[in-house]
């Protein structure tokens, strides 16, 4: 049988260990080349460019 704690953990003893526990919001930057918000250190999903390389080359929609 496991351990039981001996007192009740105060509330914000509880509070001190779940705020550990938040997600934190996504850093966004200003691609250079579309100016398309995207996170930083990851090919832009917009243009598929990378530090001024292009990484992902995509394919342009032909209009009929």
Excluded: F
């Amino acid at each position: 049988m496991a351990p039981l704690p001996k007192r009740r953990h105060s509330s914000r003893r509880q509070a001190k260990r779940t705020r550990a526990l938040k997600l934190d919001q996504v850093t966004l930057v200003k691609c250079p080349q579309c100016s398309e918000m995207t996170t930083p250190h990851q090919v832009c999903r917009n243009c598929g460019y990378y530090a001024g390389k292009p990484i992902i080359i995509k394919k342009e929609k032909s209009k009929k």
